[in-house]
């Protein structure tokens, strides 16, 4: 390898030792150059020229070096401190901003569907609406066959007017033996008015007797006469006492006439009713759902052909626990629909359960057995709203994310 030599020019054109009358640097030795057929010393010559290299840029002068990254790029570091500084400030109002509402995505959609069942059995004669239709309150879902219903009500209507006749017969007996009654009161005057002038007739001739005016034939003739009288009065009064006693008994059957009748017209608005169930309707406005019902079919009464899902309906959210610290019924929500994502319905706080939804499950925890290990409840939370959206369809089970100012 050849030696560099000293008084190679530098880049400048100029002998190192003539620099502007200064005394050069002390030169540094040249890289020995591998000979063609050394290939053994490749390495060590390219590590001295990477040695080299660096003890160049070391040697530069200051005003040859790269200046700092803030120096070329102040804009850059300003616009990227304001950002953070920003970023930190909306966090802050952020937070405070969040820490006036609670939310939760363990909510969705309720309502007290019912289902809808005949209350009376027979064969669907038709079914006037379809699945998932619209229906209002009253309004006829399907109708069973009618004939057996009306057949019994023409019956009950037979019935009652027969008891109304038993009840017209026995109010003419009634009024017979209260006929009967006066008769025999009358009777007993004319015992007691016969009685009493034959008592005078025989005190008469009991006194003419006495007298020596009277014969003793015409005594006896009048206490025979006043004996028979008396017997009669007797006869009279019982016969009254019997027509008192026979009104009653009469009295009696026409009570039970017109029990008979009010029964028989009880059967006639059963039958009418019945006759009336043959019409299945809807008691409440709302859509149907599981719509089973069918012509022909032979439905039992309770059987259910249908469930109505009521308009009525509101959002139940289980909040955790320690989210109820400021929540209180009358606060405003908003919530949103998982179907409908790009509307936020306004509503309001309704109610508070008292208790958590594991107190009123079937299965409630038992925590006084096995193993105490605390888990926080959910309390279901009753949202409210007036302005439920109308051109789509919303139904019980339906995911909500409600959210609820509370301070």
Do not use: G, N
């Given at each position: 390898m050849l030696e560099a030599r000293s008084d190679r020019p530098s880049e400048t054109g100029r002998p190192d030792e003539?620099?502007?009358g200064q005394a050069a640097p002390p030169a540094r030795?040249?890289?020995?150059?591998p000979r063609p057929d050394d290939p053994a010393k490749d390495d060590e010559a390219e590590s001295e020229a990477r040695r080299d290299r660096g003890d160049a840029r070391d040697d530069a002068p200051p005003s040859a070096r790269r200046p700092a990254f803030i120096r070329r790029h102040p804009w850059a570091v300003l616009a990227a401190?304001?950002?953070?500084v920003a970023a930190g400030i909306g966090g802050y109002l952020y937070w405070q901003h969040a820490r006036h509402f609670e939310e939760t995505d363990d909510a969705f959609v309720d309502a007290r569907q019912f289902?809808?069942?005949p209350k009376v059995g027979g064969y669907v004669r038709a079914v006037l609406v379809t699945d998932n239709q619209h229906v209002g309150a009253g309004q006829v879902v399907l109708r069973i066959e009618p004939r057996d219903y009306e057949v019994?009500?023409?019956?009950?209507?037979?019935?009652?007017?027969?008891?109304?006749?038993q009840v017209a017969v026995s109010a003419a007996q009634v009024r017979a033996q209260e006929a009967q009654i006066e008769q025999?009161?009358?009777q007993v005057r004319q015992s007691e008015a016969a009685l009493a002038f034959a008592r005078d007739e025989n005190r008469r001739a009991q006194e003419l007797v006495q007298r020596g005016s009277g014969t003793a034939q015409r005594a006896q003739?009048?206490?025979?006469e006043l004996s028979q009288r008396e017997a009669d009065l007797e006869r009279s009064k019982a016969a009254l006492e019997a027509a008192r006693i026979q009104v009653d008994v009469v009295r009696a059957q026409r009570a039970s006439a017109e029990a008979s009748l009010a029964q028989a017209e009880a059967q006639v608005e059963q039958a009418e009713l019945n006759l009336r169930y043959t019409q299945v309707a809807a008691l409440q406005a709302g859509r149907v759902a599981k719509l089973s019902g069918s012509v022909g079919q032979l439905v039992q009464a309770g059987t259910s052909v249908a469930t109505i899902v009521p308009d009525a309906v509101w959002v139940t959210a289980n909040f955790k626990e320690t989210q109820l610290k400021d929540m209180r019924p009358g606060q405003d929500a908003t919530f949103t629909i998982d179907a409908y994502p790009d509307r936020e319905i306004p509503g309001r706080v309704e109610s508070i359960q008292s208790g958590s939804g594991t107190a009123f499950s079937i299965l409630p925890a038992e925590n006084a057995t096995g193993n105490y290990v605390k888990v926080v409840q959910?309390?279901?939370?009753?949202?409210?709203?007036e302005a439920w959206p109308g051109d789509v369809a919303v139904g019980p089970g339906m995911s909500v994310v409600p959210k609820v100012k509370v301070r």
């Open positions: 003539a620099r502007d030795p040249r890289a020995r150059e401190f304001v950002a953070i289902a809808l069942a019994a009500l023409d019956q009950a209507r037979a019935q009652v007017r027969s008891a109304q006749a025999s009161q009358a003739q009048t206490a025979s959910r309390v279901p939370v009753k949202i409210v709203s």
